[in-house]
Structure formats: structure tokens, C-alpha cells
């Protein structure tokens, strides 16, 4: 229990970072109308691959209209 108490000020921020970046892809998947792939496959990238999920969407699964 102690290790936790050491390292959770550390992993707060973390958490925070991956729900954050998490929630806003899974918004901006929802909103726009035409991705690269289908959307169903980005949803499941963005919410099982932790932290690189989101990312990978932002910077390859946008497709600008």
C-alpha cells in the first residue's frame, strides 16, 4: 500500500492525460461525418491502446472534408 501512496501523485496527472485526450478523440470520431477507416475500428483503437490510441487517431484517422 505504501507503493501506491509514492507513486500516485505521480500517476494522477497521467490518468488525467489519457481520459482527457480519450474523451475529446471519441467527441470529435462522433462528429465528423468521414474518417480513414471505419469508425467502429478507430473506437476500438482509441479506447483499448492506451494513451497512443487517441493519438493515433488525431494524427492519422481525421480526414479533412
Not at 500500500?1 to 485526450?21: A, C, D, F, N, R
Not at 467502429?40 to 493519438?55: D, E, Q, S
Not at 487517431?57 to 480526414?63: A, K, P, Q, S
Request: charged letters at 15%; hydrophobic letters at 55%; zero cysteines.
Amino acid at each position: 500500500m505504501e507503493i501506491i501512496k509514492t507513486y500516485l501523485p505521480y500517476l494522477i496527472p497521467l490518468i488525467i492525460i489519457q481520459v482527457g485526450l480519450m474523451v475529446f478523440a471519441l467527441v470529435d470520431l462522433v462528429k465528423r461525418e468521414h474518417t480513414r477507416g471505419s469508425k467502429l475500428m478507430w473506437a476500438i483503437i482509441i479506447v483499448f491502446v492506451n494513451l497512443f490510441g487517441p493519438i493515433l487517431y488525431l494524427l492519422l484517422g481525421r480526414e479533412e472534408s
